[in-house]
């Protein structure tokens, strides 16, 4: 009868311990991929205050984009980093090489100067990308729309990547945890 109660006891400690480890890896992937999530947005917040700084109309009124974004993933067609300037007069874009012929699409703009972070629209090649925008008004009373887009595969590759190093740390903390109980 012992045995049947230390065993019990054993089995219950077990499953306590697992379950508890298995929330715990949830939570903690939760946290690292709302972490690199912010990292992203702090970056493509970065890169569109260059493209803001680059951006001007000409005499003619035109919407002017002088090379700003050195990274040369914005070259790339289709590499999951993107930018555009509207200009919200005439429509007119200017758009990094990487959109190739594509458009990025977001709900309606802001204010003027009110940075948006819009995290779920769809990029060129149809996948959910992370972006942000600001809607920018000149002293003419002209105004542009200037979106820095990122794939959001770079967060899920990030996210995958730490939970494929989490894993083995909680299975050895759970073994540890059992033999403790064990002995």
Avoid: C
């Avoid at 006891?9 to 715990?24: G, M, N």
């Avoid at 977001?106 to 003027?112: I, R």
């Amino acid at each position: 009868m012992g045995n049947s109660i230390r065993f019990r006891l054993w089995l219950a400690a077990t499953i306590s311990i697992l379950v508890a480890l298995a929330i715990a890896g949830a939570g903690l992937r939760y946290l690292f991929e709302l972490h690199v999530e912010r990292r992203v947005v702090g970056e493509l917040t970065v890169d569109l205050n260059e493209l803001i700084g680059a951006t001007t109309f000409a005499s003619d009124g035109r919407l002017v984009v002088t090379p700003v974004l050195t990274d040369p993933r914005f070259a790339n067609p289709l590499s999951g980093y993107y930018w555009q300037v509207e200009d919200i007069g005439t429509g007119s874009l200017e758009r990094s090489r990487s959109l190739w012929d594509a458009k990025l699409v977001l709900p309606a703009s802001g204010e003027g100067g009110e940075l948006r972070t819009v995290e779920e629209i769809t990029g060129p090649a149809g996948e959910l990308s992370i972006a942000v925008e600001r809607t920018i008004i000149d002293a003419g009373g002209r105004s542009f729309r200037a979106i820095v887009a990122e794939d959001h595969r770079t967060v899920e590759v990030s996210v995958s990547e730490y939970v494929r190093d989490l894993a083995p740390a909680l299975l050895m903390l759970a073994a540890v945890l059992m033999a403790a109980f064990f002995i």
